[in-house]
């Protein structure tokens, strides 16, 4: 057997190329918090006007950005990638023109900087106030998706924030067109492009050095697929906001209307399958599944869409379709992605509960009912970021919410919880206002 010796060559330039990627990625973070102060003093009429002039530009040069990301596909098609990872990397004018009055819309909203959270006069005068205040520098790592790199760029900028945006290498140029862009709106308008940085893509130690810049980067948003989510909130020592995968359940109730119920799963399931608001499973109470579970298979067919149900689905007459296939263990707990959708039939309200505690991501849920009661239950009982009463889990999310866009939908529970709009990009800071007032002894 022969064997070989790695090169001195080879040893001595990895470390080299390991620490040269940390200092452009720290660099950037410098550049950041430069950039961050300046933006912490402009006041609204400045940042507004700039993102409208961002909005303009997106418009003005939508033929490079779709030239781009037409070769960004070409590469994505050619390496085989999935429908639904080339659907989230596919811009078009419609979608350029969507991400444009996103940041008009974010315009609009008032600016949360300086609000009042409250206030008060102590005892012996001393006047106090907790203010809103930027984050700082908020690190974004995120999988296709080139919207997330304006939506991420306006909703920092009216907060004051800048942004590090670590893209995936698939997006490569339709992101670099886009910061371009907007960078140029920046200098335009003498505010510092800096405010909006994309960290380099092709060394996924860019994201280690990304999340571990403490004291460089003040927090970190991953948004994507369950395992990139997970890296980032288990191996960042910045502080993180957990956005979770969207495992999202539609429970037809005893009480519902079942033309209804089939207007609200197809909208859940099949509007737009690759986002993280998608329903993934349809849950029906035992009472009406033997009348709504072949209208909802039908209409789930005429969609493209493939039931994955278990055995109670199955033994339903007439959900025998070419589009149903016996559930496995794995598809409770799939986020698919895809046009599928795991089904099962429940004996009731609590069990069907129960079935998304176990199995549900806590992203978003939706019951759909006319007994008030049922919903009230459903609404107090899941544990999830959004509860849809009769509507679709597709509203999950900023836009809809009246938010303008948003930069990640949180599944924690500290800080921010759903949709992130504005106020939760921002922190607090508590202002004394004395005069001359000193701490008694003791």
């Given at each position: 057997?022969?064997?070989?010796?790695?090169?001195?060559?080879?040893?001595?330039?990895?470390?080299?190329?390991?620490?040269?990627?940390?200092?452009?990625?720290?660099?950037?973070?410098?550049?950041?918090?430069?950039?961050?102060?300046?933006?912490?003093?402009?006041?609204?009429?400045?940042?507004?006007?700039?993102?409208?002039?961002?909005?303009?530009?997106?418009?003005?040069?939508?033929?490079?950005?779709?030239?781009?990301?037409?070769?960004?596909?070409?590469?994505?098609?050619?390496?085989?990638?999935?429908?639904s990872t080339v659907d989230r990397l596919t811009l078009t004018t419609d979608r350029v023109a969507s991400m444009a009055e996103g940041l008009r819309t974010v315009a609009a909203l008032p600016d949360p900087i300086g609000e009042v959270v409250r206030g008060s006069v102590l005892p012996n005068g001393l006047q106090l106030q907790q203010v809103r205040v930027p984050l700082g520098?908020?690190?974004?790592?995120?999988?296709?998706?080139?919207?997330?790199?304006?939506?991420?760029?306006?909703?920092?900028?009216?907060?004051?924030?800048?942004?590090?945006?670590?893209?995936?290498?698939?997006?490569?140029?339709?992101?670099?067109?886009?910061?371009?862009?907007?960078?140029?709106?920046?200098?335009?308008h003498a505010l510092p492009a800096e405010a909006v940085q994309l960290v380099p893509c092709h060394d996924r130690a860019s994201v280690q050095h990304l999340i571990t810049a403490r004291g460089l980067v003040d927090v970190v948003i991953p948004r994507?697929?369950?395992?990139?989510?997970?890296?980032?909130?288990?191996?960042?020592?910045?502080?993180a906001i957990e956005t979770g995968a969207g495992n999202c359940h539609v429970y037809v109730d005893a009480h519902a209307d079942l033309d209804t119920a089939v207007r609200i799963l197809l909208n859940s399931k099949a509007r737009r399958v690759s986002v993280c608001n998608a329903a993934e499973t349809l849950l029906v109470h035992r009472d009406i599944?033997?009348?709504?579970?072949?209208?909802?298979?039908?209409?789930?067919?005429s969609a493209g869409v493939t039931v994955h149900g278990d055995k109670r689905v199955l033994d339903v007459e007439g959900a025998g379709a070419s589009?149903?296939?016996?559930?496995?263990?794995?598809?409770?707990?799939?986020?698919?992605?895809?046009l599928d959708i795991a089904a099962a039939v429940v004996d009731s309200l609590p069990e069907a509960v129960a079935h998304i505690a176990e199995h549900g991501t806590g992203h978003?849920?939706?019951?759909?009912?006319?007994d008030l009661r049922s919903a009230r239950?459903?609404?107090?009982?899941?544990?999830?970021?959004?509860?849809?009463?009769?509507?679709?889990?597709?509203?999950?999310?900023?836009?809809?919410?009246g938010m303008g866009a948003e930069i990640g939908i949180s599944t924690q529970k500290l800080h921010a919880r759903g949709p992130m709009g504005l106020p939760e990009l921002t922190s607090t800071k508590w202002l004394a206002f004395g005069d001359g007032h000193v701490r008694p002894a003791g």
């Open positions: 057997m022969t064997t070989t010796t790695e090169s001195p060559s080879t040893t001595d330039t990895a470390p080299a190329q390991g620490e040269e990627l940390r200092a452009q990625v720290h660099d950037a973070a410098r550049r950041g918090q430069r950039a961050a102060g300046d933006l912490a003093l402009a006041n609204r009429d400045a940042k507004d006007a700039v993102l409208h002039a961002m909005a303009d530009a997106l418009l003005e040069r939508d033929a490079e950005i779709l030239e781009a990301n037409g070769r960004d596909l070409e590469t994505a098609r050619e390496a085989g990638l999935p429908g520098v908020v690190g974004m790592v995120y999988e296709g998706r080139p919207n997330v790199t304006v939506d991420a760029a306006g909703l920092a900028l009216k907060s004051g924030n800048a942004v590090l945006l670590r893209g995936s290498s698939s997006a490569e140029r339709s992101n670099a067109a886009l910061v371009s862009i907007l960078a140029d709106v920046l200098r335009a994507g697929g369950a395992g990139l989510i997970s890296a980032v909130v288990e191996q960042a020592t910045v502080p599944a033997e009348e709504f579970l072949p209208k909802a298979i039908a209409a789930l067919r589009n149903v296939v016996a559930a496995t263990d794995e598809d409770w707990e799939t986020e698919y992605g895809s978003t849920e939706a019951i759909v009912t006319a239950q459903f609404s107090a009982r899941v544990d999830a970021a959004a509860v849809m009463v009769n509507a679709s889990t597709a509203f999950t999310d900023g836009a809809q919410f």
